[in-house]
């Protein structure tokens, strides 16, 4: 017997009342069980790569106990815009934690199983100086959002900007240069393929309240097609991040990544903006303007800044002697070709080398 000849049997035998509130069950009955199938055929499709056919929520270490409708009800404010994506701090109403969430615009974002490939490798990734990626979520119209913590002592491009008092400091300045050096190195030689940051500089890199480092956007060039890889390239060049031999974003290795290291290094030592003027003259040596003054002239001093020679209560003050070796590690991650420059093992060991 079908489910017509059901109906029919029931609607014969049935008094008025207990007719309707029969129909009703059955019509729910049959439209729970359409949205299961349809659910089911949904989720096979997204499983074989269809992905702007179903939402989903991908979680790694930290994030289990997050939702998509905690993620999408979150209130959250605008920190930070690029061709890209745009960043929103944004607090977590079941958990009340405050989380930084990166939406990536469909048109910028690479798609394909490559994508989620990178987005797993990126979700295991454990350090104690690397930013982690908590959860990834993908909508049904193909926006991506990825979820990090949020650091709510800013940026190193800040703490340097800002002129903080903290930034004079000898110890500081080691113990920062220092922590970006252990998660570097992490991702280029602590897992099984080395990992590349592509778009290493002081506004990724977060700090905490004790001016701990967490390297963030690591690889975040790998989940951007290659129009928004060469928009990333450029605007890396012209803060003076980018390595000379860099041309494509897709080319970036460990060798770049510790160009731009050095980069920071001079930035932390001289309390200055690397950009360049003229970035596209002089090739051969890609340095910021004034730091290429100094180099060229051999005048360091017009490089460091007077005041982190001061003793700091107990801490340990700096000596010249650890102000040059300091300076002579940032310019050889500086070289000019990618052959001149050291390892990230050999820059880590040369950074606690001066801090004993």
Known sequence: ????????????LA??????ILVLIIFIFLRIRAERNLNDIEAAKYKH????????LVTFQGGQDLTISDILDAPGEVIGKSNYGTLYKALLQSSNRL????????????????F???????????HPNLVPLLGFYAGPRGEKLLVHPFYGHGSL?????????????????????????????????????PVIHGNLKSKNILLDRNYKPFISDFS??????PTAGQEMLEASAAEGYKAPDLIKMRDASEETDIYSFGIILLELLSGKDPINENPTADMDFYLPTFMKKAVLDHRISDLYRPDIFLSNGSQKPATEECILKYFQLAISCCAPSSSLRPNIKEVLLKLEEIGR
């Not at 017997?1 to 014969?12: A, D, P, R, T, V």
């Open 157 to 193: 491009a800040q703490f340097i900007r800002d002129r903080n008092p903290e930034s004079h400091k000898w110890t500081v300045i080691l113990g920062i240069s220092i922590g970006i050096a252990r998660g570097l190195d992490h991702l280029h030689s602590g897992l099984q393929k």
């Open 220 to 225: 975040l060039f790998l989940l951007l097609n």
């Open 15 to 20: 008094p008025p009342t207990g007719l309707i």
């Open 1 to 12: 017997m079908n489910n017509s000849q059901i109906l029919k049997l029931i609607l014969g």
């Open 49 to 56: 790569g269809d992905e702007i056919e179903r939402e989903d």
């Open 99 to 114: 989380r930084l969430l990166r939406f990536l615009r469909p048109i910028s974002a690479a798609n394909g199983e490559e």
């Open 116 to 126: 989620f490939d990178v987005i797993q490798l990126l979700g295991s990734v454990r």
